[in-house]
T-cell receptor, first 114, second 114 residues
Framework: GENVEQHPSTLSVQEGDSAVIKCTYSDSASNYFPWYKQELGKGPQLIIDIRSNVGEKKDQRIAVTLNKTAKHFSLHITETQPEDSAVYFCAAGEHQGGSEKLVFGKGTKLTVNP | GAGVSQSPSNKVTEKGKDVELRCDPISGHTALYWYRQSLGQGLEFLIYFQGNSAPDKSGLPSDRFSAERTGGSVSTLTIQRTQQEDSAVYLC????????????FGDGTRLSIL
């Protein structure tokens, strides 16, 4: 089955700096890669996703890149703000025998210092 | 519009008791997922429902866990004879029918076993 590794586990940046979170996956058949932001006491909120037919996607201050050959994908947040502080999860969509599910990384706790 | 709704938001029970957790998916979403999130960990897949198809129960950790989905909408996750290791946040997500559609999460049920 799919295995997703996420790094770093914690990340602290100054307000205005950029933050980068990296993930690798094991199953070359995976073709959907969402990123979620989770605030304390809340469920994960989808912030951006990418499908394997594109290499990069951008939405305002957030961008995701995908390298299918190397089986890794990254989240880039520019001009970070204190409200970006949260736990971020990457995931890979796994399809098997008519079923599908997301396999998640273990999360990155991002702290943006004012 | 209304998002995924889960109840109760918190549940405290004694070891050995049975518990039922409820999920109301987004209207029109035919796919429903249950995940478990242990303290400081990523999300672990439990079960997947898609329309009238047989559910994928491959993620259920033991036969004490079961889930059903009535009328293709509301789902309940039941844990029998609860153990302390069952303490976690149980998250429900729903998505549209087609493959690789974004999964939208509820805020979860925080289950504590005394």
């Amino acid at each position: 089955g799919e295995n997703v590794e996420q790094h770093p586990s914690t990340l602290s940046v100054q307000e205005g700096d950029s933050a980068v979170i990296k993930c690798t996956y094991s199953d070359s058949a995976s073709n959907y890669f969402p990123w979620y932001k989770q605030e304390l006491g809340k469920g994960p909120q989808l912030i951006i996703d990418i499908r394997s037919n594109v290499g990069e996607k951008k939405d305002q201050r957030i961008a995701v890149t995908l390298n299918k050959t190397a089986k890794h994908f990254s989240l880039h947040i520019t001009e970070t703000q204190p409200e970006d502080s949260a736990v971020y999860f990457c995931a890979a969509g796994e399809h098997q025998g008519g079923s599908e599910k997301l396999v998640f990384g273990k999360g990155t706790k991002l702290t943006v210092n004012p | 519009g209304a998002g995924v709704s889960q109840s109760p938001s918190n549940k405290v029970t004694e070891k050995g008791k049975d518990v039922e957790l409820r999920c109301d998916p987004i209207s029109g979403h035919t796919a429903l997922y249950w995940y478990r999130q242990s303290l400081g960990q990523g999300l672990e897949f439990l079960i997947y429902f898609q329309g009238n198809s047989a559910p994928d129960k491959s993620g259920l950790p033991s036969d004490r866990f079961s889930a059903e989905r009535t009328g293709g909408s509301v789902s309940t996750l039941t844990i029998q004879r609860t153990q302390q290791e069952d303490s976690a946040v149980y998250l429900c997500a729903s998505s549209r029918k087609y493959s690789n559609q974004p999964q939208h999460f509820g805020d979860g049920t925080r289950l504590s076993i005394l």
